[in-house]
């Protein structure tokens, strides 16, 4: 997940900015810290302009956290090689994705530890995430099996769960940078519990 991509303020959209500026004050500061009045001085852009975008803080954040992990998923799935092997394509598409969230490590913190503070709203936008990384993970295991052998959907979210742990005790340990060194173990908790 990582940063949004940045252009020049005059070719942005304003919503594009905000999101912008909220990814970089709060990696700065963290986002408890971070004030309305700073996003939008960050931004170049009014108060108002950020309240026809957005309710609130939260929700602004929220935004972010939701097409940052459609990034990190639209990478996940164009990483997906069908001709190979489920367990290589797995493999494949795990290093992909480490690779794309070490890109942005200022980003990474807020993301995968700041939504943990946002209570339900944040908890709801934290779970839609997970389902999709688990639908992929169904879809990419169970593309080539017969149901016998299929992964079941808990098994799958158990796996985007251990994988989500990794990349979260990365990130408490400040190893973003080596989050690429995580794909064999990942691979390997996905392997068994697609057994």
């Not at 700073?38 to 108060?47: F, H, L, N």
């Amino acid at each position: 997940m990582p940063r949004p991509e940045a252009a020049t303020a005059t070719l942005e959209s304003p919503d594009t900015r905000l999101l912008q500026a909220l990814a970089d004050v709060a990696a700065e500061k963290g986002l408890a810290a971070v004030t309305v009045a700073d996003v939008v001085r960050v931004a170049g852009v009014s108060k108002r302009t950020f309240y026809e975008h957005f309710s609130d803080k939260e929700a602004c954040f929220l935004q972010l956290y939701r097409l940052a992990s459609a990034s990190a998923l639209r990478t996940l799935r164009e990483a997906v090689q069908p001709g190979l092997p489920w367990q290589a394509q797995v493999e494949t598409a795990l290093c992909a994705y480490f690779a794309h969230l070490a890109s942005g490590p200022q980003l990474l913190r807020l993301l995968f530890v700041e939504i943990h503070h946002l209570g339900e709203a944040g908890s709801a936008v934290r779970r839609e995430v997970m389902g999709e990384l688990a639908a992929f993970m169904l879809n990419t295991v169970n593309r080539d099996r017969s149901a016998a052998r299929a992964l079941s959907e808990p098994m799958a979210v158990a796996a985007v769960g251990a994988i989500t742990e990794l990349v979260l005790q990365a990130v408490e340990q400040n190893r973003q940078a080596d989050l690429t060194e995580l794909a064999p173990a990942a691979s390997e908790v996905v392997r068994r519990l697609a057994q």
